[in-house]
């Protein structure tokens, strides 16, 4: 005879009791990080030290980049709509899709089928920008409109080699880097999404979990810019590119 009830294998909810995984949350509370919880909620299991470390690493590296990115825009506009915090922060949320915070998702995903391969990181590498080429496609998580080394992509590889934790997805990914310039000719440097991409990877995460990263990252910057706007700005103001070129049909009128 099936159950009708809802199942869930996150929390379990009882009077005077919470456990998260298993694990009693005023446990949690005094002996965890908020990083070493978001891997235990996401993965079920407690991060090694080095997972601890790249976890903490991976949520700050993208807690934010400045007033332009289409999630921070859409947040301020939204605040200076006059709404509430949580409107504002839910609308810069909703702003991240496939190329606004999608890179981390993509990356994996491509990243996770091809470290399967019977090959070595080179000859995988090497094997992948031909069908990339092939198939008119760019590889996510590579190059940077800014930075032309990301500073969060070394700081984070730094940390993973003091652990010696580089498994099949990092070495597949420093691989694609230098076949990419040897291939393309351009200078191609992983990003911050590309190297967070590998890392989750070789911590055994879904790819699909990749916009889930750079949400739970992003959300405290956009909680700043929104408070910011709330308090420094004046209401219903002009936000993001301001001049415009009207190219439509001319002044008519209808008979």
Same mark, same amino acid.
């Given at each position: 005879m099936s159950s009708e009830n809802w199942k869930t294998a996150i929390t379990k909810i009882e009077p005077g009791k919470i456990h998260v995984r298993g694990y009693n949350i005023t446990d949690v509370m005094e002996k965890l990080s908020y990083a070493e919880t978001v891997f235990l909620i996401l993965k079920g299991e407690l991060p090694s030290k080095a997972e601890a470390e790249l976890m903490n690493a991976i949520l700050v590296a993208s807690i934010d980049h400045g007033a332009t990115p289409p999630s921070v825009l859409g947040t301020r506009t939204v605040m200076s709509g006059g709404n509430s915090l949580n409107a504002a922060v839910a609308g810069g949320v909703l702003v991240i899709g496939d190329t606004h915070g999608g890179a981390i998702e993509q990356s994996a995903k491509i990243m996770q089928e091809w470290a399967e391969k019977d090959t070595d990181a080179s000859t995988t590498a090497s094997q992948l920008v031909d069908w990339l080429k092939e198939n008119k496609r760019?590889?996510?998580?590579?190059?940077?409109?800014l930075h032309k080394i990301d500073p969060r992509t070394a700081k984070l590889f730094e940390i993973a080699d003091k652990h010696g934790y580089s498994g099949k997805h990092i070495e597949?990914? *420093?691989a694609l880097e230098k076949t990419l310039a040897e291939k393309t000719?351009?200078?191609?440097?992983?990003? $911050? /999404?590309g190297a967070i991409a590998a $890392?989750?990877?070789?911590?055994? =995460? /879904?790819?699909?979990?990749?916009k889930g990263f750079f949400i739970i990252s992003r959300v405290p910057g956009l909680i700043a810019h929104a408070y910011e706007e709330k308090t420094r700005e004046k209401p219903m103001r *002009?936000?993001?590119?301001?001049? =415009?070129?009207?190219?439509?049909?001319?002044?008519?009128?209808i008979e």
């Amino acid at each position: 005879m099936s159950s009708e009830n809802w199942k869930t294998a996150i929390t379990k909810i009882e009077p005077g009791k919470i456990h998260v995984r298993g694990y009693n949350i005023t446990d949690v509370m005094e002996k965890l990080s908020y990083a070493e919880t978001v891997f235990l909620i996401l993965k079920g299991e407690l991060p090694s030290k080095a997972e601890a470390e790249l976890m903490n690493a991976i949520l700050v590296a993208s807690i934010d980049h400045g007033a332009t990115p289409p999630s921070v825009l859409g947040t301020r506009t939204v605040m200076s709509g006059g709404n509430s915090l949580n409107a504002a922060v839910a609308g810069g949320v909703l702003v991240i899709g496939d190329t606004h915070g999608g890179a981390i998702e993509q990356s994996a995903k491509i990243m996770q089928e091809w470290a399967e391969k019977d090959t070595d990181a080179s000859t995988t590498a090497s094997q992948l920008v031909d069908w990339l080429k092939e198939n008119k496609r760019r590889m996510p998580g590579f190059g940077h409109r800014l930075h032309k080394i990301d500073p969060r992509t070394a700081k984070l590889f730094e940390i993973a080699d003091k652990h010696g934790y580089s498994g099949k997805h990092i070495e597949l990914c *420093k691989a694609l880097e230098k076949t990419l310039a040897e291939k393309t000719g351009r200078q191609l440097p992983i990003n $911050v /999404d590309g190297a967070i991409a590998a $890392v989750i990877s070789d911590m055994g =995460f /879904d790819w699909r979990l990749g916009k889930g990263f750079f949400i739970i990252s992003r959300v405290p910057g956009l909680i700043a810019h929104a408070y910011e706007e709330k308090t420094r700005e004046k209401p219903m103001r *002009k936000l993001g590119p301001l001049p =415009f070129e009207y190219d439509g049909p001319d002044e008519r009128e209808i008979e």
